[in-house]
Antibody, heavy 117, light 105 residues
């Protein structure tokens, strides 16, 4: 059974960086892409980017280009999302999900990142 | 870019509910639907426009292709309240629609 477990909530100051982890189990990591989606309080879902685990290539939404890095560590079956230059409007729940053809089919529980001085 | 209509609706248990998602360009059938209850993780309902994901009740169905897509709930149940999102997976960034909020009367 596919299971994605994310790291715990974070409180960061403006300008700092955050790195969220997503531990995968129950499936072969190399067979899936990993996507990151965020949701600000009371708002909709926002696509951030994804990584092709088999070749390590990542693709990011233009809004986050240059500020986000998505990686995977197949030895620990963990995906990571690092967001730099945090601003208060980056306060959101960040989700990892596996990217299957035409759907994000498994989701982590979400990680709340709060950016406040 | 994806648009959804309506942005919100209120319906009674047993009602048939239809939500529309429109894409600004041809995305073939590369569209997914999700349901999110308040404070919960989004749940995938439909992949590839019309394929029901595992464990999803058969009252949910999806249709459409190219630029026009529909999610239908044949008989609304109390657990169906929340927000429904479509997502295009044709070309990155794999954007989401703005969501349709469903309330139970």
């Amino acid at each position: 059974q596919v299971h994605l477990v994310q790291s715990g909530a974070e409180l960061k100051k403006p300008g700092a960086s955050v790195k969220v982890s997503c531990k995968a189990s129950g499936f072969t990591m190399l067979n899936y892409g990993f996507a990151w989606v965020r949701q600000a309080p009371g708002q909709g879902l926002e696509w951030m980017g994804w990584i092709n685990t088999s070749n390590g290539r990542a693709n990011y939404a233009p809004k986050f280009q240059g500020r986000v890095t998505v990686t995977t560590d197949t030895s620990t079956t963990t995906a990571f999302m690092e967001l730099r230059g945090l601003r208060p409007d980056d306060t959101s729940v960040y989700y990892c999900a596996t990217l299957a053809p035409a759907v994000l089919d498994n989701w982590g529980q979400g990680t709340l990142v709060t950016v406040s001085s | 870019q994806l648009t959804q209509s309506p942005s919100s609706l209120s319906a009674s248990v047993g009602d048939r509910v239809t939500i529309t998602c429109r894409a600004s360009q041809d995305i073939s059938i590369l569209l997914a639907w999700y349901h999110q209850m308040p404070g919960k993780v989004p749940r995938p309902l439909i992949s590839a426009a019309s394929t029901l994901e595992g464990g999803v009740p058969s009252r949910f169905s999806g249709s459409g292709s190219e630029t026009n897509f529909t999610l239908t709930i044949s008989s609304l149940q109390p657990d169906d309240f929340g927000t429904y999102y479509c997502q295009q997976l044709n070309s990155p960034p794999f954007t989401f629609g703005p969501g349709t909020k469903v309330d139970i009367k």
